[in-house]
């Protein structure tokens, strides 16, 4: 079956570095997917990783190792506004269609 | 962001009832999702469809039914509520040139009493 593992919670202060690990256990893999979701809001998309490597955006880098199944999403200069939950998704192919599997979500706490 | 909407936000229903929830998009996406969200599980896929008339079934469809009759409208239907399928429920859309990168709407809160 297909199967995602992710901290439940991380906590960081303010301005710090926190990295999010996500290990998977996918057949057909295809890529690897952040999101973000604040409390009572809709998760919104933050990064996607297809090949081995590291991603860059603003603060938010991604990376991800196929070979070891395991990806990271990486948050610089931490900011209050970055406590949310994050979610890796894994997308992957079946019978000739992609479909996700979601982790259960890190909550990250950013103290002052 | 993306236009998607869905209908009602809030419904309290009765068990045995049947239920249905609309999701509307404004992007002309190919393609639409159903998640459910609870606590402790993530998000989950009940049923994606992958054009007009076409769809699939996700990792815990029993109990959901959908229907997709035009591109910008994804219905799912709980045929007979159960408290089991309280939850939140999400929408999602993605077009054929990005498909990684899901929109998701702004979730219905279902109560099943």
């Known amino acids: 079956g297909q199967s995602l593992e992710q901290p439940s919670e991380v906590t960081a202060v303010e301005g710090a570095i926190v990295q999010i690990n996500c290990t998977y256990q996918?057949?057909?893999?295809?890529?690897l997917s952040w999101y973000q979701q604040h409390d009572g809001g809709a998760p919104t998309f933050l990064s996607y990783?297809?090949?081995?490597g590291l991603e860059e955006t603003g603060r938010f880098s991604s990376f991800l190792s196929r070979s070891d199944s395991y990806g990271y999403l990486l948050l610089q200069e931490l900011q209050m506004k970055d406590s949310a939950s994050y979610f890796c998704?894994?997308?992957?192919?079946?019978?000739?269609?992609?479909?996700?599997?979601f982790g259960t979500g890190t909550r990250l706490k950013v103290l002052a | 962001d993306a236009g998607i909407t869905q209908s009602p936000r809030h419904k309290v229903t009765e068990t045995g009832t049947p239920v249905t929830l609309r999701c509307h998009q404004t992007?002309?996406?190919?393609?639409m999702y159903w998640y459910r969200q609870d606590p402790g599980h993530g998000l989950r896929l009940i049923h994606y469809?992958?054009?007009?008339?076409?769809?699939d079934k996700g990792e815990v469809s029993d109990g959901y039914s959908v229907s997709r009759s035009k591109t910008e409208d994804f219905l799912l239907t709980l045929e007979s509520a159960t408290s089991s399928q309280t939850s939140v429920y999400f929408c999602?859309?993605?077009?054929?040139?990005?498909?990684?990168?899901?929109?998701f709407g702004p979730g219905t809160r279902l109560l099943v009493l």
């Open positions: 999602a859309i993605s077009n054929a040139d990005s498909q990684e990168t899901q929109y």
């Open positions: 996918t057949s057909g893999f295809y890529g």
């Open positions: 990783n297809a090949l081995d």
């Open positions: 998704a894994v997308r992957f192919s079946t019978s000739g269609t992609y479909k996700y599997i």
């Open positions: 992007e002309n996406h190919r393609y």
């Open positions: 469809s992958y054009g007009v008339k076409d769809t």
